[in-house]
């Protein structure tokens, strides 16, 4: 049996897309994804925090879906993840601020969907902030 280059180049395209219209895909019930992006409160551009010292986020939760797909965090922009594993229901998180490049900074809010906080500044224990920022 001889096959040639386009004949296996049509076998293949025929099965390629003979798989990509199969009814299976939409036998599979996916649940709904629910993208809550809260408006965040604090920090705001007015807003220090202090190496060292206890910091909160606050972001508005009065119109949070039934259901949210995704746990929640924390993320301050060149450093990390500042919090985890509360429930963007409760409203606000609390943690202690870490050694971190004090000046101007912000934070994301991550849930099903990511928003940013304003630039807000955070100042080291002995009230210096980076000037070079």
């Given at each position: 049996m001889n096959?040639?280059?386009a004949s296996l180049f049509t076998t293949l395209f025929i099965f390629f897309f003979?798989?990509?219209a199969s009814p299976l895909n939409a036998l599979v019930e996916r649940k709904p994804m629910d993208v809550f992006v809260p408006k965040i409160i604090k920090p705001d551009s007015e807003t220090f925090w202090t190496?060292?010292?206890e910091a909160?986020?606050?972001w508005d939760a009065s119109t949070a879906p039934e259901?949210?797909?995704n746990g929640?965090?924390?993320v301050l922009h060149n450093y990390g993840i500042l919090a985890k594993g509360f429930s963007l229901r409760d409203g606000n998180v609390t943690f202690k601020v870490p050694i971190?490049?004090?000046g101007p900074n912000f934070i994301t809010l991550f849930g099903d969907s990511g928003n940013y906080s304003p630039v807000f500044t955070i100042q080291g224990a002995d009230g210096s902030v980076d000037s070079s920022s």
């Open positions: 096959f040639s280059v003979s798989v990509q190496v060292g010292q909160t986020v606050v259901n949210i797909s929640a965090s924390v971190v490049r004090t």
